[in-house]
């Protein structure tokens, strides 16, 4: 690799690292000479086969498994990385969960939940790693795309990335006395989970979406941390760096099987877990009609919109299956 020894001699630790985004910025990171600490939830086997990969690269690697939604995790989490190290050079804060519902229909749960995971375990890794990242240290935050619009059906999660965003440029003047530089990236829609397995023809409609004709990769957004922690970003602090491709809008939801579609339920992506704050299922079309691609402008659908179109108003006993209006055969 052009940067093989970039970070060399650098401790990196990175939240959420065994799928995903993380697991990719992980592998990036060890490829550019990090030794590297990461946490993971629920998914050792994943965390498991990402430490086997940054071996291989030669480079030391230690797992950490913490619930970085608990308050005490954060603290845990640093001291096992610098007591395995001796230090900590790179803080990558990328752990984070999706929620996908209407405002008026989301959970008290959801919201804590979502808060705890992607607004206050960030802060509070910040928090706990301000006095033992040595100086000159490097913090980068994952934000999400989403901060620079507004779609129906993602009021809180980008509220909570928004809450980050404002972290991100607060820390970068707090923490510049020691040269730690602090700036976040915000991808676009990117293909892992659900993304990740789309056929060419679905791959090639969630391109349309992007100016540069492709959907994200876990690879770019990684390039971006990995020169965010190097030498080479450090006169750049308190910047949210937007690397989404040229993104115009969302990709439509017809062409993801797997995204959650009742209340209740959960698939992971990009490293970390959608929740679908949804009510009802969707119903079956009834005979004589057929779909039509949503103008996304009229009707009434009181169906938490989880399509791309952000419909706003089909009623759903006319046959919407989140993603189309219905139309009568023959118009």
């Not at 923490?175 to 991808?187: D, K």
Request: glycine fraction near 14%; include cysteine; charged fraction near 20%.
């Amino acid at each position: 690799m052009e940067f093989a020894n970039r970070l060399g001699g650098l401790v990196a630790l990175v939240t959420g690292g065994s799928r995903g985004i993380g697991a990719e910025i992980v592998r990036r990171l060890a490829a550019e000479g990090a030794d590297v600490g990461f946490t993971y939830h629920t998914g050792r086997d994943e965390a498991q086969q990402v430490a086997t990969q940054v071996r291989a690269l030669g480079r030391r690697v230690l797992m950490v498994q913490a619930d970085l939604g608990e308050p005490a995790a954060a603290g845990a989490v640093v001291e096992a990385v610098v007591g395995e190290f001796g230090r900590l050079d790179i803080l990558v804060n990328n752990a984070g969960i999706t929620h996908w519902g209407a405002l008026a229909q989301t959970r008290l749960e959801d919201f804590d939940r979502l808060v705890a995971v992607d607004a206050r375990a960030p802060f509070l890794m910040m928090q706990a790693a301000a006095d033992t990242l040595t100086d000159g240290g490097r913090v980068v935050n994952v934000s999400s795309g989403v901060t620079n619009t507004a779609l129906a059906g993602i009021a809180l999660y980008s509220g909570v990335k928004a809450f980050l965003d404002q972290v991100t440029k607060v820390a970068a003047v707090e923490f510049a006395a020691r040269g730690i530089t602090v700036n976040a990236v915000a991808p676009g829609s990117t293909a892992t989970g659900p993304f990740a397995q789309l056929p060419p023809r679905q791959r090639a409609e969630a391109g349309a979406a992007f100016a540069l004709g492709r959907i994200g990769e876990a690879s770019d957004t990684a390039g971006v941390v990995a020169f965010l922690a190097s030498a080479d970003a450090g006169f750049i602090t308190g910047q949210v760096i937007c690397n989404a491709g040229g993104q115009r809008g969302p990709i439509r939801r017809a062409s993801l099987p797997g995204l959650p579609a009742a209340g209740g339920a959960e698939v992971r992506t990009s490293g970390t877990t959608t929740t679908g704050t949804t009510t009802g299922t969707r119903p079956a079309p009834r005979p004589g009609i057929r779909r039509r691609r949503c103008a996304g402008v009229r009707g009434r659908c009181s169906r938490p919109p989880t399509c791309s179109r952000s419909l706003t108003g089909w009623p759903r006993d006319r046959g919407c299956d989140g993603d189309f209006p219905p139309q009568r055969a023959g118009r």
